[in-house]
């Protein structure tokens, strides 16, 4: 089930670039599928103790905006939070209780990832970084950090 909700994330992932809402957004493209089972770890060990990654939803990775975004671009909150992070919130049947479920987004920018999520996983001293963007206290959407080095070195492994 994971895989497969990841899977379609990809394939909204790769070879998008031109569609990129930052310019300063990294879309790579991986040939081998080993790529999508590690990002598919990582995502799987950070929700793990957030009630599991089927409480969230995944953000196209074009759809991401950096830091230099929210300082410069005005209409932030109408253009991106509103539209793009939001969208998906509704009323709960005819009571006041909104309905959201906070979304992810994979980066490979360090910068937008500042908190360490610490954990042991098969006896080891585990590190994934991650940012947030909150409305009080409530999570809006998920930076995910994937090192790119350990990425390829997974795929070598596994290949």
């Known amino acids: 089930m994971i895989l497969s909700h ?3 994330y990809m394939s ?3 070879n998008k670039a031109q569609d990129a809402l930052s310019i300063f957004n990294p879309i790579i493209s991986l040939s081998h599928d080993g790529g999508n089972k590690f990002i598919d770890l990582v995502v799987k060990d950070f929700f793990k103790e957030k009630g599991g990654i089927q409480q969230f939803d995944v953000l ?5 905006k950096t830091e230099k975004e929210f300082k410069s671009d005005i209409s ?4 991106y ?4 992070i939001t969208c998906s919130m509704a009323r ?3 009571s006041h209780e909104i309905e959201f479920k906070p979304k992810y987004v994979v980066t490979f ?3 937008l990832t500042p908190y360490p999520y610490e954990y042991i996983k098969n006896g080891h001293y585990q590190v994934i970084y991650y940012g947030k963007l909150s ?3 409530k999570p809006l959407l998920y930076y995910i950090f994937i090192d790119l080095q350990q990425l390829i070195h997974y795929i070598k492994s596994i290949a």
């Open 6 to 8: 990841f899977n379609k």
């Open 12 to 14: 909204t992932y790769l």
């Open 60 to 64: 196209d990775t074009t759809k991401l």
């Open 76 to 79: 932030f909150v109408n253009d």
């Open 81 to 84: 939070i509103y539209k793009i």
């Open 92 to 94: 709960k049947n005819d």
């Open 109 to 111: 920018d360090k910068s």
């Open 135 to 137: 409305l009080g206290d």
